[in-house]
């Protein structure tokens, strides 16, 4: 599903926020992407989202090279990605339903098949009885459900967050954590960006440690995977 092969991104000035990092996530798969602040961990989501483009190497998501990908190519590859961030980057001049219809108003699908999907979104994070509530007078980790839902509703293959439980109490962000591995049960592949090394160990699943912009340890690693096929 996604693989990086020798990718280093340099910004201007000389800042290397990566260097020659390489993996392979297949399909339907759940990991943890962990490191210290300023590691890289975000750099590297922004880079599979084309938020960002490598300075070398090849990222290669669903068999789709995308260091060939043109601009006017990335809101299609985007339809399969759905992106959680820390802070919701929601919309508080509107209710929770038009928050989380976004994504399918943006791809112009019609009313009733929205509202179907959004209604489905909320009920998976719980939020079902909030459609007309408006974001501001929910809690942060009603919020950060509400993200999860947009970020969900257009049933995307990939779900990338990028430290979805940076503001939560502990119980509150393993709730969140169960959700994504809920959702990876049903076959999406999810990659999630966090610092909470004791919530991680207790999710038990594979883990990329990233260093200064490069791998540490890397729980994915199979000899030979970067020759397989996504």
Do not use: C, W
């Amino acid at each position: 599903m996604i693989r990086f092969d020798n990718i280093s991104k340099r910004y201007p000035g000389g800042f290397e926020a990566l260097s020659r990092v390489s993996f392979h996530l297949p399909r339907g798969k759940l990991a943890y992407l962990t490191g210290h602040s300023g590691a890289g961990k975000s750099t590297l989501l922004k880079l599979i989202a084309l938020i960002e483009r490598p300075s070398r190497g090849q990222i290669i998501l669903d068999g789709v090279n995308l260091n060939n990908i043109r601009n006017k190519r990335i809101p299609q590859i985007r339809r399969n990605i759905g992106i959680i961030f820390q802070n919701h980057h929601l919309l508080y001049d509107r209710p929770v339903f038009d928050n989380v219809a976004m994504p399918l108003v943006i791809q112009g699908y019609r009313h009733r098949e929205t509202r179907k999907r959004v209604r489905a979104a909320l009920d998976q994070v719980g939020l079902l009885n909030k459609e007309k509530v408006d974001p501001i007078t929910l809690s942060g980790g009603e919020q950060q459900r509400v993200g999860i839902a947009r970020a969900i509703v257009h049933k995307p293959a990939l779900l990338l967050a990028d430290e979805p439980t940076g503001n939560l109490d502990p119980e509150l962000s393993r709730e969140i954590m169960e959700l994504f591995a809920r959702f990876n049960l049903f076959g999406t592949t999810v990659l999630i960006a966090s610092h909470d090394l004791d919530l991680i160990k207790q999710m038990k699943f594979p883990t990329i440690s990233l260093n200064k912009g490069m791998i540490e340890s890397n729980d994915l690693l199979v000899p030979g995977s970067l020759g397989q096929a996504v």
